[in-house]
Nanobody, 115 residues
């Protein structure tokens, strides 16, 4: 059973930075893609960033240039570096991993951007 555990969420002021981590319970080489999503209060969950098994990255327009997704295969961990945070980035952030026949989600970590 694959487990994904997010951490790093916190309360931060606008303009600040956070780094989220997503630790997998196994070798992340098995996953075709790993993602970050977020869900703000009263809104649907939205895709934020993707990193492929080859290390290619794509970002939602709303975070492009501010967020960076990366992976450390040795630590079985995917990261989301978030800079220049805005109030509208406030949400629960979720990690997702996919492989043939499998689709896995973490439990989420809360990010609150407020002065």
């Amino acid at each position: 059973q694959v487990q994904l555990v997010e951490s790093g969420g916190d309360l931060v002021q606008p303009g600040g930075s956070l780094r989220l981590s997503c630790a997998a319970s196994g070798n992340i080489f098995r996953f075709e893609h790993m993602y970050w999503y977020r869900q703000a209060p009263g809104k649907e969950r939205e895709w934020v960033a993707i990193i492929t098994g080859h290390g290619l990255t794509v970002y939602a327009e709303s975070v492009k240039g501010r967020f960076t997704i990366s992976r450390d295969n040795a630590k079985n961990t995917v990261y989301l570096q978030m800079n220049s945070l805005k109030v509208e980035d406030t949400a629960v952030y979720y990690c997702r991993a996919t492989e043939i026949g499998g689709n896995y989600w973490g439990q989420g970590t809360q990010v609150t951007v407020s002065s």
